[in-house]
């Protein structure tokens, strides 16, 4: 990325030697996220992240189809969820199925929603809470058995999942940089050749006239290298990875009454584990282990900074005392062993004293109250 500031400029539609050159470095990192994906250069539209590339095959596949409805998991991001809000608006019908305890989306519901016909179907690839792994293969098939286009918001998958789109069958696919160590604000969209795509934005002819704008050459620059380190670590990564949360989950269950680690009964993605803790509000303890020094989540981190009880965990029916305490643990690249045993001792801590402080005030109370 350096490298590429350095060149300056850098406007590809530029008629002049440095626009040639930087036509050319776009171009090649076209193609060589192209060949990560198993796809060919003009099956990539490079974005400002995942929430446009979410919103551009949405709408765009939608609105290209004149469709009339569209369906998608209850589960999805709210790039896509909020995408289809914007198809209601415009009079589109909407689906959202529901899934099992584990966020699963159940094929034969699938089916059920697509009987009437549908112009596209969005399951995400791995959720970016829970960590579930959709089979996404079998619920492409089943959506084009039923007339309806496959959008995969694979925004979880890179660092972790094989991502070839030929394999997976999907009609769309969406990246963000920042999620597998590129720059944040850049994104990816695959389009399957042939799939009618409607720009969102309108103002120019760049990415083959599906979304304009000058394009970030030094961001997707980044995301390119990012995205050949991602898949060159991933197999060793992955199971590296896996351990460390495993170990992660083994210990605090272990150490700690009333915990509950959601979605475990289904694959998952290696970096990421949903634990409950129960009696404890999971607000207040991602606040309080931030105080402690580990950075959690709950609901969707993507907003305000305040958590929003999730839509993903209350998706998964379960009772209120796994649903209410439900912190999302995330794991990457750069953690090790000793951030494993931080990380538990901090936690354990912090649990305790919390369900420490609601006991001493449920026996005040009872000390008051008689
Ligand atoms: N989809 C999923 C599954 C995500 O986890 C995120 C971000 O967290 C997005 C979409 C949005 O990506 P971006 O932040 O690049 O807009």
């Not at 970016?128 to 286009?149: C, S, Y």
């Not at 998706?315 to 990457?332: F, H, N, T, V, Y």
Request: hydrophobic share 45%; glycine share 12%.
């Amino acid at each position: 990325m350096l490298d590429a500031l350095d060149r300056g400029a850098l406007n590809p539609s530029s008629p002049h030697a440095e626009g040639r050159a930087a036509r050319a470095l776009l171009d090649d990192c076209r193609d060589r996220v192209a060949g990560l994906l198993g796809a060919s250069r003009k099956e990539i539209v490079f974005t400002a992240g995942g929430t446009e590339a979410d919103n551009l095959a949405v709408l765009g596949i939608v609105r290209a189809r004149r469709g009339t409805h569209a369906v998608a998991a209850a589960t999805e991001h709210h790039a896509v969820l909020e995408a289809l809000q914007g198809l209601r608006d415009e009079g589109c019908r909407t689906t959202l199925l529901g899934v099992d305890s584990d966020g699963r989306v159940d094929p034969a519901a699938l089916a059920a929603a697509l009987r009437d016909g549908a112009a596209l179907t969005a399951i995400m690839y791995a959720n970016n809470e829970i960590g579930t792994v959709a089979a996404v293969d079998e619920l492409a098939r089943l959506a084009h058995a039923h007339g309806a286009a496959f959008h995969c918001d694979a925004v979880q998958a890179p660092e972790w999942l094989p991502l070839d789109v030929a394999a997976l069958g999907v009609d769309s696919l969406a990246m963000s940089a920042h999620k597998f160590g590129g720059p944040k604000g850049t994104g990816a969209l695959y389009v399957r050749n042939g799939t009618p795509l409607a720009p969102v934005l309108r103002g120019g002819g760049q990415e083959f006239g599906r979304r304009p704008g000058t394009e970030d050459v030094v961001g997707i620059v980044g995301l390119t290298a990012a995205l050949e380190a991602a898949v060159a670590e991933r197999s060793t990564q992955a199971r590296r990875v896996a351990v460390l949360r495993d170990r992660l989950e083994r210990e605090l269950l272990a150490r700690l009454p009333g915990v509950r680690v959601n979605g475990s009964a289904a694959p998952r993605l290696p970096n990421i584990g949903n634990l409950a803790f129960e009696g404890i509000a999971a607000a207040e303890l991602v606040a309080a282990l931030d105080l402690a020094g580990v950075a959690t989540a709950a609901g969707s981190a993507c907003t305000s900074g305040v958590p929003e009880p999730s839509h993903v965990v209350a998706a998964l029916g379960l009772e209120p005392r796994w649903r209410d305490g439900a912190i999302r643990l995330s794991l990457g690249r750069s953690t090790s062993d000793a951030d494993i045993d931080v990380a538990v001792a901090a936690i354990v801590r912090t649990v305790e004293a919390l369900r420490g402080n609601t006991r001493s005030e449920a026996g005040r109370a009872q000390t008051r109250g008689g």
